[in-house]
């Protein structure tokens, strides 16, 4: 997430999001029987099948939710075609996480359905799915498991790039599912308030990121601020006006190439979402996710927190070699890791083994 972060999850609020040059990787291979395989887990050989538009794991283990989930809909998609199938093995590898298993919060479970869900329809369509197609079903699948959600991560996850980002709003779709006949007709309807527009980013402007070291529970920090939000409707029409003007800057900022709108438009978005926390007394901004925006605005740069905030990792841009490594150097000194982490130009595509 570059910026406006919680007013997303408000009909019609706009946010910026990029997706990262780190990957899950999905392999489909034709076998004599259904197999899972989750190799982060060191779950393999899972049997499964698909009845009566449901994926049935021959496993219970809270770790496949999400797997299952974009099959469910990625197999009951496929059927409501008349598209024929054939026994699979599905084998998962993520490379989003730390090798110790820290986690640092890059929108795993998002990769996972979108990844999940063109490597199904890749396999068994005819023609290349279009982009609007596998967002929608791998948001279907994703806002099941989990019940909320913007969406904005399975949107960096399958157009790629930096997004300019309206969401659809979980409840909307929850209810959509309910009253929809079928996944087909939902996917082929127009979707409620979703805008997604890629940004061309100046190539000279450089997105640095770093961890703060803790990981932070989205899933419990939004429910915190929409109950501030229930409660004091006035001053989170301010934040929301806040994020807003901030985000307004930023599209301007990368339309007219300009840095110090730019920088502006970042700058004030940490501020609204230091703010809000402070006001809904949730801790959006740690210290270090504090340190982590003034280390870059000492070097000529700036920096914010992204996501949720709570811990996880904030981001930085800059335009210098020499300001990327002041920086980076004393985000190491502060207890920060800078990760070799930018933002990547596609979305979920299919390579071939050499």
Known sequence: MVAGEYAVLVPNQHLVVTAVDRFIYVKIEKSQKNTLHLNDFQLYDIPWEFQDGKVYLDIKDD?????????????????????TTCPISLSITSELDDESGAKYGLGSSAAIVTGVVTALLRAFLQQKPREEFIFKLAAIAHVKTQGSGSGAD?????????????SFQADWLLEQLQQTISITELVQKEWAYLHIRKLPFPKQWKMLVGWTGNPASTAKLVPEVLK??????????????????????????????????????????????????????????????????????????????????????????TTSLQNEKQIKSAWKATGIKPLQITMYPYGAKETQDE
Do not use: W
């Not at 989930?69 to 598209?83: C, I, K, N, P, R």
């Not at 300009?258 to 920088?263: A, I, P, T």
């Not at 979402?273 to 740690?286: C, D, F, Q, S, Y």
């Open 63 to 83: 770790r496949t939710s999400f797997v299952q989930s974009a099959m469910d809909v990625a197999f009951t998609y496929l059927q409501e075609q008349g598209v």
């Open 154 to 166: 399975i949107a960096a996850s399958t157009y790629g790039g930096m997004l300019e980002y309206s």
């Open 228 to 317: 501030y939000k229930q409660k004091n409707k006035k001053q989170f029409q301010t934040f929301l006006e806040k994020s807003a003007q901030a985000v307004k800057d930023i599209l301007l900022g990368i339309k007219r190439e300009s840095l110090e709108q730019f920088y502006k438009g970042i700058k004030d978005n940490h501020e609204a979402l230091a703010e809000i926390g402070r006001l809904a007394n949730v801790p959006i901004e740690t210290s270090l996710l504090h340190k982590l925006k003034q280390i870059a605005e000492k070097y000529d740069s700036v920096g914010k927190l992204s996501g949720a905030g709570g811990g996880d990792c904030g981001i930085a841009f």
